[in-house]
């Protein structure tokens, strides 16, 4: 179920726009926000106030990688796959990464403190490989930066 402060702010987003439907994906945003991730009840109650099938919702929030449709870590590491970063020795970064961590893409450390998840593209192509913690992007990662980085996140 919604907040009453989520639903506010959605209200305020629709009103942005000249259909509610439109509004889908900052309402998904809202939700994630306040929550962190976007249940299936929170598709639902999304649905109903945009006007729109639970369907249609969850097609938008499946299609964005930043969406995230179950509970991730207060970190969420997204490292680039794409074809630019694999040459450029992604592997080796998402290898450390993931022996460091001791997870594997799509989970969550035991202390909730990251989430490992794989995304296709951060447009960085010429400054390979690179990576998001969060909000922030770092480009031409070597395995020796990674330590680093990573401490700087709780």
Partial sequence: MLTEEEKKEILEEVKQYP???VACIDALKIVQHHRGWVSDESVRDIAQILGISNEEVDGVATFYSRIYRKPVGRNVILI???VSCMIMGY???YEYVSKKLGICFGETTSD???TLLP?????DCDHAPALMINNNHYNNM?????EELLARYN
């Avoid at 070597?142 to 990674?146: D, L, P």
């Fill in 19 to 21: 259909y509610p439907a």
């Fill in 80 to 82: 680039c796959d794409s």
């Fill in 91 to 93: 592997g080796s970064i």
């Fill in 112 to 114: 909730g403190r990251f």
């Fill in 119 to 123: 995304i296709s593209c951060l447009g």
């Fill in 142 to 146: 070597t395995v020796g930066k990674i």
